[in-house]
């Protein structure tokens, strides 16, 4: 019952939903500037905003200015685009690939950034002109790139259906990256840069400015178009690629359109923040369980619960442990890996 009615108002009242989800987000983005480990108050926070994005001149102390304009709604943005980012990416390779355990890091994306990040940062590639999120980037990018020449070859002519040489090619993929990772850091890395970048690999938003948010809103707003685009076509393809291409579906196109942006995505997102687990794997499962199997409105219930989940997280990684801010990942693994278990336990009893 609560699945159909949640399907009814979304397709029936799409404005509805619209407004619905906006004024969520604004809570909880609200709550994320205002909630650390300084209390910030509401006024304070909307003063600060004003200020920063309409230059009024509202008389409030210039610490809280910066912290809220600079340091927390930057990063409460970040997170909200990362968190939507995984989602979908987790939702549309689940569908694509048929397999309820696929997630954003499947095509060894994370690993591949992971080794881009110690290559610029420990092994020192650039030269000092590359900054770690742009080598992350790149790596992240070539990774991609080896996982799909590698499915390509182990399937050879037979492109109908790749879920199984993705899997398998990424699993490859992802074990290669991580051993180059662990390889220069344990050659060339001190005790201080090995922390640096172990806590940079668990998912890490401090480092979240204005010019990552630049980043990261068009190209999630261009992955959810793209996703948004083909949600028929993900239809189609929870009956298998036959059954989309017996309805007309370019199965090869689409499967190639969905999983370079998805993995572009998962890239410019892991570049930014590192490795955060459990939103592309576990968001996907609760949104089907609230509104069904509709990827039309999939889509948008995923990318506004994965913002509303990472931003509830990136708080708690603020404020769990005062004095002290934790890896973002670490707060996700704890909420996510408990919440797949009830996910695997009601699909058993199903």
């Not at 102390?61 to 912290?67: H, K, L, M, T, Y």
């Not at 979240?208 to 980043?215: G, L, N, T």
Request: positive net charge.
């Amino acid at each position: 019952m609560l699945v159909k009615g949640l399907q009814g108002v979304m397709k029936s009242h799409p404005l509805l939903f619209v407004l619905v989800s906006t004024l969520t987000l604004s809570v909880f983005i609200v709550l994320g500037v205002a909630i650390g480990e300084t209390q910030i108050d509401f006024q304070t926070v909307v003063y600060a905003v004003a200020n920063g994005a309409l230059g009024t001149q509202y008389p409030i102390n210039a610490i809280d200015q910066g912290v809220v304009w600079n340091y927390r709604l930057t990063r409460t943005l970040v997170a909200a685009c990362c968190g939507s980012a995984l989602a979908i990416t987790g939702l549309v390779l689940q569908s694509l690939l048929r397999n309820a355990l696929a997630d954003p890091y499947l095509l060894g994306i994370s690993a591949g950034a992971s080794t881009g990040a110690v290559l610029v940062t420990i092994a020192g590639i650039g030269a000092g002109a590359l900054s770690m999120s742009f080598g992350a980037l790149i790596g992240a990018i070539l990774a991609f790139m080896f996982v799909v020449a590698l499915a390509a070859l182990a399937s050879g002519r037979r492109m109908g259906n790749i879920s199984t040489q993705v899997i398998l090619a990424g699993i490859a993929g992802s074990q290669l990256f991580n051993a180059l990772t662990a390889f220069v850091i344990a050659k060339s890395a001190n005790a201080e840069q090995a922390r640096g970048i172990m806590f940079w690999l668990l998912g890490n938003l401090s480092g979240a400015r204005w010019q990552e948010v630049a980043m990261a809103v068009p190209v999630l707003l261009f992955g959810l178009m793209i996703v948004l685009w083909h949600s028929r076509a993900l239809d189609a393809f929870l009956f298998g690629s036959d059954a989309a291409a017996s309805i007309g579906i370019a199965v090869k196109r689409v499967q190639v359109v969905l999983i370079f942006s998805t993995a572009m995505m998962t890239a410019v997102m892991v570049s930014m923040v590192g490795a955060i687990g459990f939103v592309g794997l576990v968001i996907p499962h609760a949104a089907r369980f609230l509104f069904g199997s509709s990827h039309l409105v999939l889509v948008p219930a995923c990318a506004v619960i994965g913002a509303v989940f990472l931003i509830v997280c990136d708080i708690g990684s603020r404020t769990v442990i005062p004095g002290q801010v934790l890896p973002i990942g670490v707060v996700t693994a704890l909420i996510g890996a408990p919440c797949f278990a009830l996910v695997l336990i009601r699909g058993q009893r199903k």
